[in-house]
């Protein structure tokens, strides 16, 4: 703090330095002719640009030519946007030059000429940077740098904020070191964001390798990738590597006790992606009931997708220490049975066939392993109790409907061979008072 103690102490002698500049430059010849210099250039700017701009588009050429020549036109109609900040960047430049040689001075003209500066930096960054990320941190970090950079108070700033600290014990954290993790921080984690994507579709895309040994290499190459980031990080905030002994000490104490779970989760995920217990595209039923497709093998959970469009978030841990239903690991194919009833003036050896060939009827069921099999189940009250047993590649939910389809081809078939099912009847019998059955136009005293 003592760079900014020293400021507030010299703050009486720089307001009275800064009145007394005020009243020379208000007496001074110097000053108006520098201001006229600066208002002449604003003036003369606007007409130079337009002549300016129409020369330019006159050199663009036809967009038939050559890529080169088209590029070249590309970027000569890109710079007519900016016509008004260069040129009145080069007045200023001309302006301040011969400032100097007829008044002695051109500070002032040499100010105006930094505004303008920056004014064509933030039209640049307007003009060429289009990601919204990258167009941010140039608005919101390289202006300002620029900008103290151009007045020659980058190093005064520096200071000050080097001199906002804060100690703890050997450790000295400053507001300036501080704000310096932040940028940088938020800077090398972006950019390992976007390597790490870029990196997961170039190995997603090598389709030689087996899906989980692609999952595999994708998680070590973030694994590796974000401690190279880390690594970088502390070398340009100019922290000690060598203090990383202590840090990975304290780290495995911190695995020992609280992130002992994480830990778990971690290594859980690393050992389901090399035994390939579940790959991406399972379907799999947890102990719970919950199920869902897996969607992802992340670090330290899974991601299952349901068939109603919920995401699941399932630790990697529970893939082994909890039994699970992979329905889909090996053979996607799946058995699924449906149940129907006929009545009991139905000659029942005739429903089996009938059945399994209505069943073969339909373009998703499996002639192997087995073929559509009816079997005769229970004799009801209600009727007699079939169910038909078939074979599909796929599961009986989300997009496909089996069973539904599979009833429909049931129902059809019965009724084009008059077989009919059975419709629930009930009798009530009204009893008199002596007992008797009451039937109607008779009457019980």
């Known amino acids: 703090m003592k760079y900014l103690d020293d400021i507030l102490a010299r703050w009486p002698e720089w307001r009275d330095f800064i009145l007394n500049k005020l009243l020379e430059w208000a007496t001074s010849p110097q000053f108006y002719g520098q201001v006229g210099a600066v208002v002449a250039c604003l003036l003369l700017t606007p007409p130079l640009a337009a002549i300016l701009r129409k020369q330019l588009l006159r050199l663009k050429l036809a967009e038939t030519g050559p890529t080169i020549v088209r590029r070249a036109g590309q970027v000569v109609e890109s710079l007519t946007d900016l016509m008004r900040q260069l040129v009145l960047v080069a007045l200023l430049a001309i302006a ?31 003009r060429y940077i289009t990601h919204p990320i990258l167009r941010s941190a140039a ?35 400053s507001l300036y070191f501080l704000i310096k993790a932040g940028i940088f921080g938020a800077a090398f984690f972006w950019i390992g964001r976007v390597t790490s994507e870029a990196g997961r579709n170039v190995i997603q895309k090598q389709e030689s390798l087996d899906r989980g040994i692609r999952e595999l290499a994708t998680r070590l190459f973030e694994i590796a990738l974000y401690m190279v980031i880390f690594l970088l990080l502390l070398q340009v905030l100019g922290v000690d590597l060598t203090a990383l002994a202590i840090l990975g000490g304290a780290v495995g104490v911190g695995l020992g006790f609280g992130l002992q779970q994480i830990a778990a989760n971690f290594i859980s995920g690393i050992i389901v992606l090399m035994e390939r217990s579940i790959v991406v595209g ?7 009931g919950k199920a869902g497709i897996v969607k992802q093998i992340n670090i ?13 978030m399932v630790p990697n841990e529970r893939f082994i220490t909890q039994r699970f239903i992979n329905w889909t690991h090996d053979d996607p194919r799946q058995r699924y049975e ?27 069921v499996l002639r192997e392993p087995e073929m559509p099999d009816c079997e005769l189940r ?4 209600r009727g007699v109790k ?26 059809d078939a019965l009724k084009e061979n008059d ?11 009204l009893l008199g008072a002596d007992g008797e059955p009451v039937t109607a136009g008779s009457s019980s005293a």
């Open 282 to 288: 399972d379907y799999v039923e947890l102990e719970d």
């Open 378 to 381: 229970e004799f009801t009250e």
């Open 139 to 173: 608005i919101w970090v390289g202006i300002p740098v620029a900008t103290l950079q151009v007045f020659g108070w980058y190093d005064d700033v520096i200071r000050l904020l080097d001199s906002i600290s804060v100690s703890v014990g050997n450790i000295r954290l």
């Open 386 to 411: 079939f169910a038909v047993e078939f074979w599909v590649e796929g599961l009986d939910d989300g997009p496909n409907k089996f069973s539904s389809d599979v009833l429909f081809l049931v129902w």
């Open 338 to 364: 449906v149940e129907f009833t006929v009545s009991y003036d139905t000659d029942l050896h005739q429903v089996p066939p009938i059945v399994e060939e209505a069943v073969l009827k339909h373009p998703r």
């Open 300 to 312: 330290r959970a899974s991601v299952l997708e349901t068939f109603d469009g919920k995401e699941i």
């Open 96 to 126: 301040a030059t011969l400032a100097d040689v007829a008044l002695g001075a051109s500070w002032l003209v040499r100010l105006a000429q930094s505004v303008v500066l920056v004014w064509l930096l933030y039209a640049a960054i307007n």
């Open 419 to 429: 077989i009919r099912m059975p419709v629930p009847r009930r009798e009530v019998i």
